[in-house]
């Protein structure tokens, strides 16, 4: 429980610098994989139980007790490795684009299946390649960059490559059929309750900016709308295309820069009473929350 406290949801960690920090520096070690692997030591702790059970006299003589025990964990157990297998051989997406956007950036467009679920602005999927000798299967979440409005049935994802997989991105080729698991979010729901009347302010970091591209595409002719988005020198403003197309609309402003924005340049691109009246949306935020 601790361990899914501060690695996988970090409602709690994220919200105390010091733990913030631990986080980071621990997560060299718990990577995405070991968290997976993690989670599926439930189902040995399943069988474990269930073999506790049995050498316990007193309960193996309860017959009624056994078999109604027994059949719980006999469906539990089949019903996830058949949903496994089933999703081994699963595709609902073809890879249809990929380019590079930066040194580390990489540009992912799928092709969604006719019959699939249209995504929302600002969703994420778990994504997994098939067929691929270059790439391994193991699912991996991305945001969205796209907006649904355009076509809900094409996905660009913009991926930084940091890890072991995310560096593999690139190899994956045109016509690779993929499993998108999803999707998910909160971004365009929560918009959706919110006035129409009522301005929205984003800020991003990095590719963090992907999700709240999607929303300012999707909601720029309804809504005002103003984007913060820094990136590093290292990557340079590799949205900066996205955001000229973005910056033709009159409803959106958009002030990106090299190098994290300080508390002064913050106040001084964003007035204290917009951000009051406005809405101030970011994905760290809304992941932590």
């Given at each position: 429980?601790?361990?899914?406290?501060?690695?996988?949801?970090?409602?709690?960690?994220?919200?105390?610098?010091?733990?913030?920090?631990?986080?980071?520096?621990?997560?060299?070690?718990?990577?995405?994989?070991?968290?997976?692997?993690?989670?599926?030591?439930?189902?040995?702790?399943?069988?474990?139980i269930w073999l506790h059970v049995h050498l316990i006299d007193d309960f193996s003589e309860m017959t009624s007790f056994i078999t109604?025990?027994?059949?719980?964990?006999?469906?539990?157990?089949?019903?996830?490795?058949?949903?496994?297998?089933?999703?081994?051989?699963?595709?609902?997406?073809?890879?249809?684009?990929?380019?590079?956007?930066?040194?580390?950036?990489?540009?992912?467009?799928?092709?969604?299946?006719?019959?699939?679920?249209?995504?929302?602005?600002?969703?994420?999927?778990?994504?997994?390649?098939?067929?691929?000798?270059?790439?391994?299967?193991?699912?991996?979440?991305?945001?969205?960059?796209?907006?649904?409005?355009?076509?809900?049935?094409?996905?660009?994802?913009?991926?930084?490559?940091?890890?072991?997989?995310?560096?593999?991105?690139?190899?994956?080729?045109?016509?690779?059929?993929?499993?998108?698991?999803?999707?998910?979010?909160?971004?365009?729901?929560?918009?959706?309750?919110?006035?129409?009347?009522?301005?929205?302010?984003?800020?991003?970091?990095?590719?963090?900016?992907?999700?709240?591209?999607?929303?300012?595409?999707?909601?720029?002719?309804?809504?005002?709308?103003?984007?913060?988005?820094?990136?590093?020198?290292?990557?340079?403003?590799?949205?900066?295309?996205?955001?000229?197309?973005?910056?033709?609309?009159?409803?959106?402003?958009?002030?990106?820069?090299?190098?994290?924005?300080?508390?002064?340049?913050?106040?001084?691109?964003?007035?204290?009473?917009?951000?009051?009246?406005?809405?101030?949306?970011?994905?760290?935020?809304?992941?932590?929350?």
């Open positions: 429980m601790i361990y899914a406290i501060v690695f996988m949801s970090g409602w709690l960690v994220d919200r105390f610098k010091l733990l913030r920090q631990i986080k980071l520096k621990l997560s060299i070690i718990c990577s995405h994989q070991v968290s997976a692997w993690i989670h599926r030591l439930n189902l040995l702790l399943i069988l474990l109604t025990f027994d059949a719980y964990t006999y469906i539990i157990i089949g019903y996830y490795l058949l949903a496994k297998f089933i999703t081994l051989f699963k595709t609902n997406g073809t890879v249809i684009a990929n380019k590079q956007l930066a040194p580390n950036t990489q540009q992912l467009v799928i092709k969604l299946d006719k019959n699939d679920l249209a995504y929302q602005a600002g969703d994420f999927y778990f994504v997994s390649f098939r067929g691929s000798k270059s790439i391994g299967r193991e699912k991996h979440p991305f945001s969205v960059t796209s907006a649904p409005k355009n076509n809900p049935h094409e996905i660009a994802f913009t991926i930084q490559k940091l890890g072991d997989f995310t560096k593999k991105i690139p190899s994956v080729q045109i016509g690779t059929r993929v499993y998108l698991e999803g999707p998910y979010g909160q971004f365009d729901r929560i918009i959706r309750k919110l006035p129409k009347d009522q301005p929205l302010v984003f800020y991003g970091l990095g590719s963090g900016l992907a999700p709240l591209l999607s929303l300012a595409e999707q909601y720029g002719n309804q809504r005002q709308i103003k984007i913060l988005w820094s990136s590093s020198k290292k990557n340079g403003l590799y949205f900066e295309k996205a955001l000229e197309k973005l910056k033709k609309n009159p409803n959106i402003t958009v002030i990106a820069k090299e190098g994290r924005f300080t508390e002064e340049s913050i106040k001084k691109n964003c007035h204290q009473k917009k951000l009051i009246k406005g809405s101030t949306l970011s994905w760290d935020q809304l992941m932590s929350s």
